[in-house]
């Protein structure tokens, strides 16, 4: 049992805001990106990347749209200053794209970094120094006046550098690490010590940039705060305000959604929500979110496969099955109810109307996706499924009658090589005997074989025959009810080099159900891949592990 969370956890205490505007508030426009997924995310993975990695994710990044990317943290290492500087020298950069690097807020980590931004054409300087109370009393050591000195110390010194390299176009991004837990007074007095020591105008902005750094609230809660500091920070002309949500509770693309509503401009964070601990705000669903409410992004998705390959490249991880927008399974139905919904939704649509299908908010078509995966048929299908596929396949609208032919020829009438003719059971020792008798290719044979139970004794009757096939799944349904009600058996067989097929029997009697439902999948196998010849089969040694719970 849990122990009293109110015993170890302490609720967090809102922003005092008695007037809040957000919440009557719509996105209209899309944010000034900027993709953190070369330092955040890199600085997040198992293995780093290497020199080549980077560059491949970083063309990808802009192929995608991004004008301000975050490449490396250079004093923190050789490889990401290397990296820096390849991209500078080499002129890898495109001309509307603003590369970003790292620093803290110390004199030698903020000549390097400036070091490695010499020659471009234009560079965002990001001072990141923390701020809340934990911090300033457990990592750093300081008072409040301490690390207020050592935020105005920092941008005064590479307003000073940068001054000196006018040939760069430089901009200036100072974050208050862990801002979501300082106090709001003190972030107030930080953000515009550091704007008045920057000079900031509005032909000359700052970046202020909000972190939650660690995501420890409700998303209304950062909202609340967002707000407080958009309707309080001084020279809100000469400044953009940015947010850089981690997802922590797992609500970081709320956190960035109400987070624009309450003023920001900016958002940082990566693809597919890449980053430390539960990662960054997901670029990806936020761009996309957006773009089902009418609001153009900005980023262009429209080859979303493209980008999972090379992310996941680049990167080493991979993109989950249920990934909002890029996951292989997000736009697939498999329930009965949801694909009957759907495929009225496909059959009601007009050319050019507003997309408006059932289960399906966002068009797959939009992100470079077909609609062939959009039903897929498993247990919990049903017809609507079934009949969607065969009205793909066939071009055209397939009525019952139709449906019940194409599927009687399939699986019912599929009487060659193999013809079930009939058969009598017998008890032995072991369980069930049969005596079975059929056709292959016109000759009549009379087999005899044992089992646990008649579908077991059958296989090995067959089997007496040549090599091996043996049944993975058996299920069995009633095709009506009353004493006419006919069994309905669907057997899946595989061969010894993992060649499946599917048999369907139909009887008044589950047990003669069954033995075609077996000969139906004999003869599927022999016809459609033409595995199972005269003299091919054997017993497998089937044991009663079917679904259902009746003997076999």
Not at 76 to 99: G, H, K, M, N, W
Not at 506 to 524: E, P, Q, T, V
Not at 544 to 552: A, D, E, G, K, V
Request: hydrophobic share 40%; glycine share 8%.
């Amino acid at each position: 049992m849990l122990i009293d969370p109110s015993r170890k956890y302490r609720p967090f205490t809102p922003v005092a805001l008695a007037d809040r505007q957000w919440p009557n508030r719509t996105i209209t426009q899309a944010p000034i990106w900027m993709s953190t997924d070369l330092r955040d995310g890199n600085q997040a993975l198992f293995e780093p990347m290497n020199a080549e990695r980077k560059l491949r994710l970083f063309r990808t990044l802009c192929d995608i749209g991004f004008k301000e990317i975050e490449v490396a943290f250079p004093s923190a290492s050789q490889t990401d200053f290397d990296f820096v500087r390849r991209l500078i020298d080499e002129a890898l950069i495109p001309d509307d794209v603003t590369i970003e690097v790292l620093s803290h807020a110390r004199e030698p980590l903020l000549r390097r970094t400036v070091e490695a931004l010499l020659g471009a054409r234009s560079a965002i300087v990001h001072i990141v120094n923390a701020t809340s109370p934990l911090f300033r009393e457990l990592v750093l050591g300081m008072s409040r006046t301490e690390v207020l000195a050592m935020a105005v110390d920092a941008v005064q010194l590479v307003k000073q550098m940068t001054a000196e390299q006018p040939q760069t176009q430089w901009r200036l991004q100072y974050s208050l690490e862990t801002f979501t837990a300082t106090e709001p007074d003190f972030a107030i007095e930080v953000c515009d010590a550091v704007s008045a020591a920057w000079g900031a105008t509005p032909d000359n902005k700052i970046i202020l940039n909000l972190p939650s750094s660690v995501e420890t609230a409700m998303p209304n809660i950062y909202a609340d705060q967002i707000e407080w500091m958009h309707s309080h920070i001084a020279r809100r002309d000469s400044v953009i305000l940015s947010v850089h949500p981690h997802n922590d509770r797992g609500t970081a693309v709320a956190s960035a959604e109400l987070a624009l509503m309450a003023g920001a401009e900016r958002v940082e964070g990566c693809l597919f929500g890449n980053g430390e601990r539960t990662g960054n705000v997901d670029l990806v669903t936020l761009a996309l979110n957006l773009y089902t409410q009418g609001v153009a992004p900005g980023l262009d998705f429209s080859d979303i496969n493209a980008v999972v390959r090379n992310f996941e490249a680049c990167t080493g991880l991979s993109v989950p099955p249920r990934q909002p927008y890029a996951g292989e399974l997000v736009f697939t139905a498999f329930s009965g109810s949801h694909q009957d919904a759907i495929k009225k939704g496909f059959a009601a649509r007009q050319p050019g109307s507003i997309w408006n299908v059932p289960y399906l908010p966002f068009d797959p078509a939009d992100v470079g996706r077909g609609y062939d995966a959009v039903i897929r048929i498993n247990s919990q299908s049903g017809k609507g499924g079934i009949a969607h596929l065969l009205e793909s396949h066939y071009g055209g609208e397939i009525g019952a009658e139709q449906l019940w032919r194409l599927f009687a020829e399939t699986y019912l009438d599929a009487a060659k090589p193999w013809r079930y003719l009939d058969h009598q059971l017998f008890e032995h020792a072991q369980g069930q005997g049969i005596q079975l008798q059929i056709e292959f290719d016109g000759t009549p044979h009379e087999l005899t074989g044992l089992g646990n139970g008649p579908i077991a004794a059958a296989i090995q009757a067959l089997g007496s025959l040549g090599s091996a096939v043996e049944v993975c799944s058996y299920e069995e349904r009633s095709t009506g009810s009353g004493g006419d009600a006919l069994a309905c058996a669907f057997v899946e067989l595989a061969t010894a080099n993992s060649q499946t097929a599917y048999g369907v029997g139909m009887d008044g009697n589950i047990i003669s159900a069954s033995i075609k439902a077996l000969i139906s999948g004999c003869n599927r196998l022999a016809n459609d891949t033409g595995i199972l010849q005269h003299h091919s089969i054997k017993s497998a040694g089937l044991t009663q592990t079917t679904r259902q719970p009746q003997t076999l």
